[in-house]
C-alpha cells in the first residue's frame, strides 16, 4: 500500500472504533478512554502536528499523564512528520505491540461456504457479551468500556453470532464505512474451538456489508497470531500494511502539575 491507502485504512479504524475523548494537534489526533485498548488511548499521527516535533511531543505526553495514562503513539510507514518514529525512540518510546492489517475482496470471503446457524444483532445481547467476556478473560470494567467503544461509532454497525447445536459458539462485530467493512472482535467460545464459527462469524458480517454496499474488509492481526493468519488466509485476506505503537512506559507515574 502506498501512504495515502495506508493512511485512509488508519482513518477507518479510528471511525470504527471511538474513543470517548479526542483532541487535535494539528494532524495528529490523540484518544483517550480509561486506558482501555491501545487503539482508544493512542496518538494517531496523520498528518504534520504543524508544531515543532518537540513542543508536540512535550503536548501529547501532558495530555496522557494528566490522565494517568501511557503516552502512546499508533505508528505506520506513512505517520507524519517522517522523522517522527526516530525522534520518539530517542525520547525513550518503547516499541509495543505490533500488528497487521489484513484486507479481503467480500467476494472472496463470501466465496467461502458454512452450514452453521448464524444471527445478527443491531446490540450485543447478554449472550454476545458472555462469550466475548469467557473467550477474552476480560474483566467487567474493561468488558463495560470496550462495549461503549463499539456502540459509540455513527457508522453502520451490527454484532455477530455463530451457534453450533444451538449454543453460541462464536461472536464478532462489524462497521462498514464505504466501501470498506471492519470486522473486530471475532471471539470463539473456548469450549466450541475448531468447529468453524469464527469463519461462520466472519461470513455472516461480509454478507451483511455487502448488502449495504461494501466491496472490501479489513482486521486487524497481531504479529504473533499465527492461528489468526491461518484462519484468514484459508478466507481470502492477505497482508496489507503494518503498524506498532511506541509507548513511554512508567510516564503517567509523573503527573504533571498543571493538570
Partial sequence: MDYSEIKEMELLGHNAWVAEEKMRIGGW???ADHGVTRRANSVLPLESPNLSLPIAINSVIEFYRCRDLIPRFQMTEASQPSGLDSE?????????LQVEVWTANLSTLLATQTELKT????QA??????????SSGHDPLTMSVRLEIMERTSLPRTYAIAMVEEITAAIGFGVVERPWLGIFGIATHPDMR???????????LGDWAQKLGAEYAYLLVEKENRFAKALYTKLGFKHAYRYWYRELLGAKEQRSRSC
Fill in 194 to 204: 475448531r468447529r468453524g464459527a469464527a469463519i461462520a462469524v466472519n461470513i455472516a
Fill in 125 to 134: 445481547t447478554d449472550d454476545w457479551i458472555e462469550t466475548y467476556k469467557i
Fill in 88 to 96: 520518539l525512540e530517542q525520547r525513550g518510546f518503547s516499541i509495543g
Fill in 29 to 31: 489526533l490523540l484518544r
Fill in 119 to 122: 444471527v445478527l444483532l443491531p
